[in-house]
């Protein structure tokens, strides 16, 4: 059942990212807790708030995420592990480690963007999963990471917030 509401979730963050046409990398990405983000300690407590204020910025939260959910997030993603059977998209084109480096250092791709995700972690109903997505330029630093909170309506998976883990 996971695998099904997995390939599910895949699909609807890269319908969401606007990341067709664009490379995927085709191993997962281990959970990035960084320094970077407005809240250092990225713990359920501190991500399960409606808004926080941070030096005079409002910052949204995510007040239905369940710890349930934030735990198995954090548990499937121990690992990396492969996203191929999960990946059903056409439109992204999986590559792998050394596919990746081999386009960092091509000249007719130092624009392009490659993405990471983490495995979606899910309440015990499948109502809801949490995700992380990065995505990364060849030709400078990281763009960007977030984290993603997504529902489950009728027989589809929707991104409902995101929570920015960092931003060049």
């Given at each position: 059942m996971r695998s099904q509401h997995e390939a599910q979730v895949f699909s609807a963050v890269i319908k969401y990212s606007r990341?067709?046409?664009e490379f995927l990398s085709e191993i997962s990405n281990n959970y990035l807790i960084t320094q970077t983000s407005l809240i250092p300690d990225l713990s359920w407590k501190n991500l399960n708030i409606?808004?926080?204020f941070i030096a005079?910025?409002?910052v949204m939260g995510f007040p239905n995420l369940r710890k349930e959910t934030y735990?198995?997030?954090i548990l499937i993603n121990n690992q990396p592990s492969s996203l191929t059977p999960f990946i059903t998209n056409p439109q992204v084109t999986l590559i792998s480690r050394?596919?990746?480096e081999k386009l960092e250092n091509r000249t007719d791709y130092s624009w392009s963007i490659i993405f990471t995700l983490t495995r979606p972690g899910f309440s015990q109903d499948f109502s809801q999963a949490l995700i992380q997505i990065t995505a990364h330029c060849p030709a400078g630093p990281p763009q960007y990471g977030s984290l993603l909170y997504l529902e489950k309506t009728a027989e589809q998976w929707e991104v409902k917030l995101s929570y920015g883990l960092y931003n060049q």
């Open positions: 990341m067709e046409g409606s808004e926080i005079g910025m409002r735990d198995n997030w050394e596919e990746w």
